[in-house]
């Protein structure tokens, strides 16, 4: 493994208790810094935060609902007294169907949760961030917002607007310490396949010239760069990880 500089510092991981979240919440100690894991399911947060050992806080939040982020960040900041990076891991894929089969509820939970989440914890975490001149966000978007996956209208269009967010927010504070640059997975073993069809799993895979899926380790590898400070001129900027997939 190489070495990441991220000592002293602090980052809230949303998602934080399984997946993408608790493999990037590990590099971030192994790089010297401590960790805030933000996930809904406050019993998993704490079982993960003692996995990883004394460096790792937990708080229960869910990033659909504003007062529980604000909570969040007042509990983080009591506990750690800084937040140094964000990076946005929570999201859903929501059902694997056609446009016109697609139910209505879903389509809005899959907005809230990967949409309006990702806004209200950069919202709320931004202020702080500009008061010190100093930030890392990362956003987790996903190839799909590029290409837009067949049979998952509302994920792909999700990380569309995930990308937007990003390029938007990132000129906005072009002019402090702050940087915001998202990544593009193509797919990556974790558990969020339990939700996806077997079809759509070899569709994926089919799409990918490496003929595998990523691993959480090789996507935690470039979150951690992009929250030191060495990642010190891109903002506003879409990493790929897509196994070649990616062709723009």
């Not at 008061?131 to 990380?159: F, L, M």
């Not at 030191?228 to 900027?237: I, K, L, P, V, Y």
């Amino acid at each position: 493994m190489n070495q990441l500089d991220f000592e002293g510092r602090h980052a809230v991981v949303t998602g934080g208790a399984t997946g993408l979240g608790f493999a990037i919440a590990q590099r971030m100690i192994a790089s010297g810094g401590s960790v805030s894991l933000w996930d809904r399911d406050g019993s998993g947060a704490h079982k993960a935060a003692g996995r990883l050992g004394p460096r790792a806080l937990a708080v229960a939040v869910d990033v659909v609902d504003h007062s529980s982020v604000a909570a969040a960040v007042e509990a983080t900041l009591g506990q750690s007294g800084r937040i140094d990076a964000l990076v946005n891991s929570a999201g859903i894929t929501g059902p694997n169907v056609k446009v016109w089969d697609y139910p209505l509820d879903a389509w809005r939970q899959v907005l809230e949760v990967n949409l309006t989440g990702l806004f209200i914890c950069c919202r709320e975490v931004v202020p702080h961030m500009r008061q010190r001149n100093y930030g890392r966000i990362v956003n987790i978007a996903s190839v799909a917002g590029k290409d837009g996956n067949p049979n998952a209208s509302a994920y792909s269009a999700s990380k569309a607007a995930v990308i937007a967010l990003t390029k938007s927010l990132g000129k906005e504070l072009a002019d402090t310490g702050v940087r915001v640059n998202c990544v593009t997975p193509a797919a990556v073993k974790t558990a969020i396949f339990d939700q996806m069809t077997p079809e759509h799993i070899q569709f994926m895979l089919s799409k990918i010239p490496m003929g595998r899926f990523g691993t959480p380790d090789e996507v935690a590898a470039l979150v951690g760069w992009l929250c030191t400070e060495d990642c010190s001129f891109s903002t506003g900027a879409v990493f790929d990880l897509s196994g070649g997939r990616s062709t723009y």
